[in-house]
Every structure is written in structure tokens, then in C-alpha cells.
């Protein structure tokens, strides 16, 4: 079997589609990559691969070597230097939330008071967030992915394949791709509990080890046995707060109990919208439902985490993300225009002296790693902080079996 080299296996499953999973698994493998494991990502979403494209790998291609594929290597072990500096807001009037006061204050010293908003306060760029420090040089792990993306002629070529050939292509990347030593190979799955998954588990199942019995923090001196086998450490839930989302979520809880799958947690993804002008989150599609799912089912509530326009800037477009300027709507504003309510007159003179954002936009897409940009993102510490409670998890055989259904 081709994953002798995996350490760890996680699945990221949802039985709802559209919450995000494709998301939380790239930026789960990249916050794992900061924190120095190396990472494998393998995607089974056969009929709509999104994992090359959040990479930027689409135009890769798979490798054949003998007794296998070689997966496509996002990017190596390295050292990454100290990350730039990240703009975040600048101090803005509370009339922006209740209009009854011209007091300039800083994002993190607001307070709503119209009971549906609160300031999101971004993290400092400078001081240390779970262990990894962006303003100190960074060692991280290895990155690779294997998708049937990497196989197709065009982005736009349709799979259409029955229940047998989905679940032998399931196989045959479970078998056949040749993983480097990867501490976590993280499975991106489609919506549902269908062919694909049931495949993925009966395969999981027979060829690798159970999880690590739990150590409940200690060893006793006493190391554990090396693995011959990979471990299936367990399943990521990926929800959104809704109550319609939440309702087909249960079901993947309820196929992981049936199927003798351990949950490492659930991530409620889509949980509030933070402007990036102003800090201000606000409950777009309500707040709390994965919280109370994972209370009703006892498994462990790993975080919610917020949209982030820039988030999608970085995957499409390759730009470092950058917060609290007007330039980021593309009107060649600043973080000062926003606070006084006007245009930028001197832009001409500016881009004259600096260049233009589309120039700045230009060689940011084409310079440095995806990994690299990512710590500039406001989501970076929401990750490190997800990434934190599942290793733990992980680490100490804390995975939950979900028993009976609810």
C-alpha cells in the first residue's frame, strides 16, 4: 500500500455541500505546514476538484514512477523569512456602529451596541499566535496533493462515472500514489455519504492501523510501539451555522458512528463576516450551530471561522492579503480615505512614486509561496488555533466515537 510513509490520516467530511470543506482543508494543511509537519492533501472529490485551484497548481501535472504516481509538491521543507508586516485598520468613529458618538477609536477598544455586531480585533503581526511567530523566520514542512484534476485534459472537462468506477478510482489513489514521509495526509471529501465515502472507509479501514490508545497526557516513560502502518487518526466535521446545513451535517456524524470513524472535532466554517476596513464581524448566516451540534453529539467543537474576502484574493488571484485600505475594493484608495469618508486626491502622485496597485498586485502574484503570503491572513491564527486542538487530539488518542444516532 502506498501509504507507508503516512503517519496520520484525516478526513474532512460534511454531509452538506458548499460549506467549505475544499477551504478548511487548504488552510488546515497550510497552518500544519507552519507549524514544521510535512502534509499531504488528497482529494476525492471526484466530479468538482477544488484543492489545485486554492492551491495554484493547476497546471501541474502527475509524475508516473515505478510502482506508483508521484503526487504534485506544492512546496518543499524550507526556512521562509520574517513575513512583511500586516495593514490592519486604522483607528475609525464609533458612528460607524451606533452614530451617536465622533470619538475616533482602535478596532479592538470598540464595543457593538447594536447587539448584531462586534469588533473582530486583528491579530498582531509581530507577537507570537500558537507557537508560530511570522515576524521570526519559519521553518515548515513539505506540502504535496494528489487530485483527479491533475489527470484531466481542461478545468472544464465533466466526470461522468457510475458508483464502480468512482469507488475504483477511490482505490486506486489510496493504493497508487506514492506519498513522500508526510506526518498528515489530510482526505478532502465530496458532500454526502455516498459511493465515494464508503469506499474511502472500507479501504482506510482494512489497511491502516487504529488510533493511538489515549495517553491522557502521559507516558509513563515508556515509548510507543512504531507503526507499520499508517494511523487513521480520525474526521474534521465542516459546517455552517445554519440550521438547513446543520440538519445534513448530523447525518456525516451519524455515518461516521456507523462506520467506526472517530471525530477529532468540528469547524463551523462561514461563522460571521469581518470587514476588512473596519474589523466589524457581523452574523451573516447566524453564529453558534456547530457549537451546539458538537454539544449534542459530544465531540470536540475545534472553532468557528469567519469569511475573509482576502482570503480569496490570496487563493485567485496570488495577492499577499492586506487589511484596512480602500485599495482593496480596487479604487486605488488608503486606510485613511475610509476614515474620512473621501477619495484619495493625491493617488496619481502616489502611484507615480510607489506604482501602481495593479503593478504592486502583478509582482506580488508572481513572487513567493502561497504558504508564505497565508501568514498574513487574518484567518492564519483563527488556523493555528484549530490546528492546535487536533494535534493535541491526535497526539493523545482523544478522538471521540460518535455512538447512536441523534
Known amino acids: ?34 507549524a514544521g509537519h510535512s502534509v499531504g492533501i488528497l482529494d476525492i472529490d471526484l466530479t468538482g476538484p477544488s ?17 506508483g504516481w508521484l503526487p504534485v509538491e506544492v ?140 495517553t491522557n497526557g502521559s507516558s509513563n516513560g515508556v515509548s510507543p ?12 466535521i465542516v459546517t455552517t451555522p445554519q440550521a438547513v446545513a446543520i440538519s445534513d451535517v448530523k447525518k456525516e456524524l451519524n455515518f461516521c458512528g456507523k462506520t467506526g470513524v472517530k471525530v477529532l472535532g468540528v469547524v463551523e466554517n462561514m461563522s460571521g463576516y469581518v470587514c476588512e476596513c473596519c474589523g466589524v464581524s457581523t452574523n451573516l448566516f447566524s453564529k453558534g450551530g456547530g457549537e451546539v451540534m458538537a454539544r449534542e453529539f459530544g465531540v470536540p467543537f475545534l472553532g468557528g471561522v469567519p469569511l475573509d474576502g482576502q482570503w480569496g484574493v490570496l487563493v485567485e488571484e496570488g495577492v499577499r492579503p492586506r487589511y484596512g485600505t480602500a485599495a482593496n475594493n480596487g479604487d486605488g484608495g488608503d486606510g485613511e480615505d475610509f476614515e474620512n469618508g473621501k477619495v484619495n486626491e493625491n493617488a496619481e502622485a502616489e502611484e507615480q512614486m510607489n506604482g501602481s496597485e495593479e503593478g504592486v498586485r502583478k509582482r506580488e502574484k508572481e513572487e513567493g509561496l502561497l504558504v508564505d503570503k497565508y501568514r498574513n491572513c487574518s484567518l492564519s491564527p483563527v488556523f493555528a488555533e484549530i490546528r492546535r486542538k487536533m494535534v493535541e487530539t491526535v497526539e493523545t488518542g482523544t478522538a471521540v466515537s460518535v455512538r447512536g444516532a441523534v
Open 75 to 214: 512546496h518543499l521543507s524550507q526556512t521562509l523569512p520574517p513575513a512583511p508586516p500586516t495593514t490592519y485598520p486604522l483607528p475609525i468613529p464609533t458612528t460607524a456602529l451606533n452614530g451617536s458618538n465622533n470619538e475616533a477609536k482602535t478596532p479592538s477598544s470598540i464595543e457593538s451596541t447594536n447587539g448584531s455586531s462586534t469588533i473582530h480585533p486583528p491579530p498582531s503581526s509581530t507577537a507570537p499566535t500558537n507557537g508560530h511567530n511570522p515576524s521570526q523566520p519559519t521553518q515548515i514542512g513539505s506540502l504535496h496533493a494528489m487530485s483527479l484534476a491533475f489527470l484531466l485534459t481542461t478545468r472544464s472537462s465533466a466526470i461522468v462515472w457510475r458508483g464502480p468506477k468512482k469507488t475504483a478510482m477511490v482505490r486506486q489513489f489510496l493504493t497508487s500514489v506514492l506519498w513522500p514521509p508526510t506526518d498528515y495526509l489530510l482526505i478532502d471529501t465530496p458532500p454526502g455519504t455516498s459511493d465515494e465515502h464508503i469506499s474511502l472507509v472500507e479501504t482506510l479501514l482494512k489497511d491502516v492501523a487504529a488510533p493511538l490508545p489515549p
Open 1 to 34: 500500500m502506498s501509504l507507508e510513509n503516512v503517519k496520520n490520516i484525516v478526513l474532512v467530511l460534511s454531509g452538506k455541500g458548499g460549506v467549505g470543506k475544499s477551504s478548511i482543508t487548504t488552510q488546515l494543511a497550510l497552518s500544519l505546514s507552519l
Open 225 to 236: 510501539a512504531p507503526r507499520s502502518k499508517p494511523q487513521l487518526a480520525g474526521a474534521v
Open 51 to 67: 484543492i489545485p485551484r486554492l492551491l495554484g497548481i493547476e497546471a501541474s501535472k502527475v509524475k508516473q514512477a515505478p510502482g
